[in-house]
């Protein structure tokens, strides 16, 4: 299939709202202490997982778990998300990028309030691969300093309870015959699992952006090291006890 001809296609519209147990449900998966008073800032792309708007991207394409993977996440945040609030979810596919041997799709998806104001804006980049091949090692930490934080060593059930609480359960993360056609030896941990390690590091009710590349697959057993470097927007990065990145994002604060 030609992608590119996908380009500016829509998504169904839907309606979308939360409970404080599934925010809480989605901190304790992430690794937060379940009874914080911020909601992790990754909450919003449940919105895209509930009204399974993955599922009819893969449909529009024709690919399969292990051939539409999520590169990127980027947030725009207008307004705090509450509980028990109605937003309606309104998402397009954009530009489609043909790298040759992959192509990047970029997903554009906005929430908005009940009154009509926009709440928040997402961006997802997807990269398409027919025919993935071994998953890279990510570049090394140059002269590391302490984390600020360190997690405890990804396991299967974690990953599985952060399915069930953010939604997100593409089976390349779940099924280890579904990794493996990705060229991995198991499966491996969502990047939106990584990107909410790292989101645990922010005042999230002074977050205006929030965004990460997935440079490189968080593996099973990694233990993650977590680093806030710089001014505004801040760098944050992720890496495994061996120093190798597995995200590198940003943060800009009102």
């Known amino acids: 299939m030609d992608l590119q001809s996908l380009s500016g296609q829509r998504f169904a519209d839907g ?53 539409l993977l999520h590169g990127e996440q980027h947030f725009v945040y207008h307004r705090a998300l509450l509980p028990g609030q109605l937003y309606h979810s309104r998402a397009e596919l954009g530009t489609v990028h043909d790298k040759g041997r992959f192509s990047l799709l970029h997903k554009h998806t906005r929430l908005s309030a009940e009154d009509g104001a926009l709440v928040c804006e997402m961006l997802s980049i997807y990269v398409a691969i027919p025919t993935p091949g071994a998953p890279r090692n990510g570049p090394r930490l140059d002269t590391p300093a302490a984390p600020a934080r360190s997690a405890v060593p990804i396991s299967r059930e974690q990953i599985g309870a952060f399915a ?89 604060l009102t």
């Open 164 to 252: 069930q609480a953010s939604g997100d359960d593409n089976r390349v993360h779940l099924q280890a015959e579904i990794a493996r056609q990705a060229g991995h030896a198991d499966v491996f941990a969502q990047g939106m699992l990584g990107m909410g390690m790292l989101g645990a590091l922010l005042p999230s009710a002074r977050l205006k952006r929030f965004g990460a590349r997935f440079v490189s697959p968080i593996a099973m057993g990694d233990q993650p090291r977590l680093y806030r470097q710089g001014g505004t927007p801040g760098e944050l990065l992720l890496t495994n006890q061996q120093g190798h990145i597995r995200l590198r994002g940003y943060a800009e």
């Open 15 to 67: 309606q979308w709202s939360f409970a404080s147990a599934r925010a809480q449900a989605l901190q304790q998966a992430i690794g937060i202490t379940p009874d914080s008073r911020e909601l992790p800032p990754t909450l919003a792309f449940s919105a895209d997982m509930d009204l399974r708007v993955i599922d009819q991207l893969f449909s529009m394409t024709g690919l399969a778990a292990h051939q």
